[in-house]
């Protein structure tokens, strides 16, 4: 649960970076994004809620698994990079 909670957080970032690298002239773009960003937000939300019904403390989570923080990285890199538009 920890682990996929902090995954859709690096998701959510990536897509607000991409939100934010979007040509302003393609409103189509920029709503699909904040769409699937909104879905994000309320999957984390759920996680959240379950997370506590649970008794799952998200926020004592601190060192993700060697390939969640191998994904998380990537994906970082990818919405940081410059030449990506």
Not at 69 to 79: I, P, Q, R, W
Request: aromatic share 10%; glycine share 6%.
């Amino acid at each position: 649960m920890a682990q996929d909670a902090y995954y859709l957080r690096h998701f959510a970032a990536a897509y607000a970076a991409a939100i934010d690298k979007c040509d302003p002239g393609d409103a189509g773009a920029q709503a699909d994004l904040q769409h699937m960003l909104h879905g994000l937000h309320d999957e984390l939300r759920l996680h959240g809620s379950l997370a506590a019904q649970w008794g799952i403390d998200l926020q004592r989570f601190k060192e993700p698994s060697k390939a969640t923080k191998s994904y998380t990285d990537f994906l970082n890199a990818v919405a940081d990079h410059p030449e990506v538009q």
